[in-house]
């Protein structure tokens, strides 16, 4: 008699324990599903990497304004790069002094010194522009000077007027120049004359991308001649191809110690859009005669139109790619797939940048269908941004009771 009751009261205190531990088992909190990426954060387009016609022996850099840049080839110590400096004595006066699409700015009265320049600097075959004691010479005007007929008088023009001194104003540039991330540029004066200015093309190349953005330094940038107060004649611009098969800039630069320099932007059709490329020659040595400059636009010309066969439409993402999954003990995992293709307009081997945002999947999850929205996938290199939907390539449900009870 006793036998059976112990039996039934631990046959109930089992039971109550089967049941407490099921309670336990079931209130337990389930662990999070846990989200898996199987695509990296930085990839390449695939294939070869093009091959450009890169001067032998010469610096040289090619970017595309908004997808990437080309890279840099040949020497990349800095050298001097003559009137290329002058990029920045403009970009340094319009943000003094800006200039409005229809305005030519405050005048400047031209004094006997700037004659007494004018007439040494000529003497000693620079390039100048023509003043005359008295005259009133815009801000426009003197910008025209300073780019187009690439006076070195007009130079210290422009910096005694900014900067006080010539030296104090090359303390400006130099200062722009590490705001703007030039880290292998030092400015000796505001001509570019001095061989102690020097530079390399990603530089001034980075230099000359900031600057077109001002609308005038742009317009007087692709301007081929200029008319001078006082001539009949016209002062033309040293870089002949302006105007020129969609060459819209930007300054050209040629000393016996820089040799050739040629800074440029030209526009191009890439794959149905409308975009600048700028590049950089520095440094093309030729026969250390004006053939120096010649051969340093003909380097850039080169380039340029070598773009046109090399950049086109890649997919890099595929539609239905998996880019990772969602993994839950419970079930199988469930992968995460774009819902839609990303294109770039680049050429193979350019960079660019992968990132994957998803929503927080908690315990408490409910099921998720097959197709469902769950995040993002971002492409990224230069100003191009794609974004495409994340879909869950499966269902993914929450825990049941079954395995709530029987899990370990």
């Known amino acids: ?35 898996q990426l199987s695509i990296g954060s930085q990839a390449a387009i695939a294939g070869t990497a093009p091959n450009l016609p890169w001067p032998s022996g010469v610096q040289a850099t090619l970017d595309i304004a908004g997808i990437g840049s080309f890279g840099t080839h040949g020497p990349v110590t800095p050298g001097p790069i003559g009137s290329v400096a002058k990029t920045m004595t403009a970009y340094l006066v319009l943000k003094a002094h800006p200039l409005g699409p229809y305005s030519n700015g405050p005048s400047l009265t031209v004094t006997p010194a700037d004659v007494a320049l004018y007439q040494q600097d000529a003497a000693t075959q620079q390039s100048v522009m023509r003043v005359v004691a008295g005259e009133q010479l815009t801000e426009r005007k003197l910008l025209e000077g300073l780019m187009i007929a690439s006076g070195n008088n007009v130079a210290t023009m422009l910096a005694d007027w900014i900067g006080g001194t010539p030296q104090h104003f090359a303390s400006m540039m130099n ?39 001002i609308p005038v330094f742009a317009e007087i940038a692709a301007m081929p001649q200029m008319t001078v107060p006082g001539q009949t004649a016209l002062d033309y611009n040293y870089n002949y191809l302006i105007g020129h098969d969609g060459i819209i800039g930007v300054k050209t630069g040629s000393t016996l110690q820089a040799g050739g320099c040629f800074i440029f932007a030209g526009k191009r059709t890439l794959g149905n859009q ?135």
């Open 274 to 408: 409308n975009l600048t490329v700028y590049g950089g020659i520095v440094g093309q040595a030729g026969t250390q005669t004006s053939s120096q400059l010649v051969m340093s636009l003909t380097d850039g010309k080169n380039l340029l139109d070598a773009v046109t066969g090399i950049v086109g439409s890649h997919a890099v993402i595929q539609a239905g790619q998996t880019v990772g999954q969602i993994a839950a003990p419970w079930q199988s995992a469930v992968s995460l797939k774009t819902a839609k293709a990303v294109n770039l307009l680049g050429w193979p081997g350019l960079s660019y940048a992968i990132h994957v945002k998803l929503k927080t999947f908690p315990s408490n999850t409910q099921t998720i269908a097959t197709g469902t929205t769950v995040g993002t996938l971002t492409v990224t290199t230069g100003s191009q941004t794609v974004t495409v939907p994340v879909v869950t390539g499966s269902s993914l449900h929450g825990p049941s009771l079954k395995w709530r009870l029987t899990r370990l």
């Open 175 to 213: 200062q722009e120049a590490q705001q703007l991330g030039m880290v292998h540029t030092h400015y000796y004066g505001p001509s570019g004359l001095n061989p102690q200015t020097v530079s390399t093309a990603q530089d001034q190349v980075r230099l000359a991308e900031v600057a077109m953005q």
């Open 1 to 35: 008699m006793f036998g059976g009751m112990r039996a039934s009261i631990v046959a109930g205190v089992v039971a109550v324990v089967i049941v407490i531990l099921g309670i336990i088992q079931f209130v337990r909190p389930a662990p999070q599903p846990h989200v």
